[in-house]
């Protein structure tokens, strides 16, 4: 891996589709052989953790990748089990809301990205991380605005962050009941809202964001709890 070339291709990406190549093929003709894509679900919600994906395809196709925010339920969980059968490796990351809450959103989403990849079992050659932040300790990343409908492999990551992540939201809803979670994932819709008017917050809801901040004020002054310290003290899912 050549540090300068990483530098160079940081710079400017943004003619990379020219001639009608993919965002990997372009890599993998500059001598790249193993591509990481990597990209995050769950960063607006208002519960719940952020999740990260990395994914090496390899020489693998997969037909009808495309940005999970695209794709059906029923689709993204198809190519779900078709990913982790074909691909060369699959690395998950996340962040709870504690950690969240801890270093803030942003913060959170790029130390998920990054445990994704550390959690694969193969180094890949370059990472390919969705948006425009270059998350620390990834040396050899660059960073592809709207990567995720330009990357295969990049695709492949969202597929995998939004599924694990919205079955992990599916056990919260057993959990805590009432919040609507198997429906919204956390995600901050109008039944969201109602519920933390009449319920409160949960030990996974994001107490930095202001809608769950206010809910849990709400209920310190209702008296249902004491203080925020008491809140803390309960089980949490950091």
């Given at each position: 891996m050549d540090p300068y070339l990483i530098k160079e291709l940081r710079r400017d990406n943004s003619s990379i589709l020219n001639d009608g190549l993919s965002i990997d093929s372009y890599y993998s003709g500059l001598g790249y052989r193993s591509i990481a894509g990597v990209d995050e679900a769950g960063r607006g919600a208002l519960a719940g953790p952020v999740c990260a994906a990395s994914v090496i395809l390899g020489g693998e196709k997969i037909d009808g990748l495309n940005d999970s925010k695209k794709l059906s339920p029923h689709d993204r969980d198809v190519l779900y089990d078709k990913i982790f059968t074909k691909a060369q490796c699959v690395g998950v990351g996340m962040a709870g809301p504690g950690r969240i809450d801890e270093i803030n959103i942003l913060m959170a989403s790029l130390e998920a990205m990054t445990n994704a990849v550390r959690m694969m079992s193969e180094s890949p050659d370059i990472v390919l991380v969705d948006g425009n932040i270059v998350p620390a300790g990834l040396d050899n990343a660059v960073a592809i605005v709207k990567g995720d409908t330009k990357s295969q492999s990049i695709m492949a990551a969202s597929i995998i962050a939004k599924v694990t992540r919205d079955?992990?939201?599916?056990?919260m809803d057993k959990s805590y009941p009432g919040f609507g979670f198997a429906q919204h994932k956390g995600y901050a819709v109008k039944a969201h809202y109602e519920a933390l008017d009449a319920i409160g917050v949960t030990p996974i809801?994001?107490?930095?964001?202001?809608?769950?901040?206010?809910?849990?004020?709400s209920l310190i002054e209702t008296g249902k709890i004491g203080t925020i310290s008491a809140w803390f003290s309960r089980e949490t899912h950091s």
């Open positions: 079955r992990y939201m599916l056990l809801h994001r107490l930095s964001f202001e809608p769950c901040r206010k809910a849990l004020e």
